[in-house]
């Protein structure tokens, strides 16, 4: 619509630019409830089991001290395709199983917990740091 004789006319530009952030702001949101939603869970999920929140922390603890380890030999363990493809789903079934295991048999006493509390971060330091030493896409990114 041109303007005639002096009046103003309307352009759509300014009600398409607030929908088009009205419609982002949307889409910002929606993308990132889903992380927020998992996060509410597995904090009501570790505040309802207890056990489980500690050998979820020791396992993620134990992985970040092998991802340490492994790079002080000459190796970026990020870059690599083993840290992502096998030692964190490893450690993360490690955590869970053992937790699970300890419920189903039993074994919730201080003493029970206390033994896997040394075990299981010894087993994933193990097996983070043997799988990331044995990648060769991570030694030759470097």
Known sequence: MAEEGGLPT???T?????GYNLQ???SV???NV???VHIGAAGFLFYEDNLLGLYSLLGFAAL???VMVASTGGVIPTMGEELWRIAIPASAILSVTTSLGCRVAGWTSA???CCFCVLLPMAILALTTVTIKNDKTAR???
Request: net charge positive; aromatic share 12%.
């Open 29 to 31: 949101v929606v993308d």
């Open 111 to 113: 003493w029970v917990t």
């Open 24 to 26: 982002e702001t949307v």
């Open 34 to 36: 889903w992380q927020y």
């Open 14 to 18: 300014s009600s398409t630019k607030r």
């Open 64 to 66: 970040c001290c092998g």
């Open 140 to 142: 030759l990114r470097l």
């Open 10 to 12: 309307t352009t759509a």
